[in-house]
T-cell receptor, first 114, second 115 residues
Framework: GAGVSQSPSNKVTEKGKDVELRCDPI?????LYWYRQSLGQGLEFLIY????????KSGLPSDRFSAERTGGSVSTLTIQRTQQEDSAVYLC????????????FGSGTRLTVV | DQQVKQNSPSLSVQEGRISILNCDYT??????FLWYKKYPAEGPTFLIS?????DKNEDGRFTVFLNKSAKHLSLHIVPSQPGDSAVYFC??????????????FGRGTQLTVWP
């Protein structure tokens, strides 16, 4: 596709359930990022994948959060045992090598934990 | 620990006037800065950037100014248009000299341009 695609666009889940959020980056983009934006907050870094290198997981807030990127393309962010504080818009972005941070973001997944 | 700060959550400007959005940072090692623009229900889009070797970068109606001694940058939009109404985020990369990696974002400023 022409842009970064995220699914679902909205997700309402009950506290304690697991959720999976999907990101399809732009074809050929080697770098993929996950950020989240909670209400009234800036974008918070979660995880970064670059090619075949080990991902930078330094932003994951707890061990309930994990992400993988299969075949250097699609990425899935998994949140286990969701809590109300996990409610946020989860944004995925991709960029080609050497892009000077000109990320292309997807439209995000709005997660609501009730 | 906010390394990039946008202290004004909102700004309202009349169409045709100048909009000035401000950003401060705490880490003197930052050497590159970016502005992103976000409309509701969309992801942020890259707007303009500046390297620390410059103090100004201009792209059409948008100009970013960098004052390294004050650890301050600003985005000027002249003339402002109603379509500029959006949330503007300031950001800086964590890795000096790199072109990839995490960005530190400010909390954003909601710009409203009224006719």
């Amino acid at each position: 596709g022409a842009g970064v695609s995220q699914s679902p666009s909205n997700k309402v889940t009950e506290k304690g359930k697991d959720v999976e959020l999907r990101c399809d980056p732009i074809s050929g983009h080697t770098a993929l990022y996950w950020y989240r934006q909670s209400l009234g907050q800036g974008l918070e870094f979660l995880i970064y994948f670059q090619g075949n290198s080990a991902p930078d997981k330094s932003g994951l807030p707890s061990d309930r959060f994990s992400a993988e990127r299969t075949g250097g393309s699609v990425s899935t962010l998994t949140i286990q045992r969701t809590q109300q504080e996990d409610s946020a818009v989860y944004l995925c972005a991709s960029s080609p090598q050497g892009a000077n941070y000109g990320y292309t973001f997807g439209s995000g997944t709005r997660l609501t934990v009730v | 620990d906010q390394q990039v700060k946008q202290n004004s959550p909102s700004l309202s400007v009349q169409e045709g006037r100048i909009s000035i959005l401000n950003c401060d940072y705490t880490n003197s090692m930052f050497d590159y800065f970016l502005w992103y623009k976000k409309y509701p229900a969309e992801g942020p889009t890259f707007l303009i950037s500046i390297s620390s070797i410059k103090d100004k970068n201009e792209d059409g109606r948008f100009t970013v100014f960098l004052n390294k001694s004050a650890k301050h940058l600003s985005l000027h939009i002249v003339p402002s248009q109603p379509g500029d109404s959006a949330v503007y985020f300031c950001a800086a990369p964590s890795d000096r000299g790199s072109t990839l990696g995490r960005l530190y974002f400010g909390r954003g400023t909601q710009l409203t341009v009224w006719p």
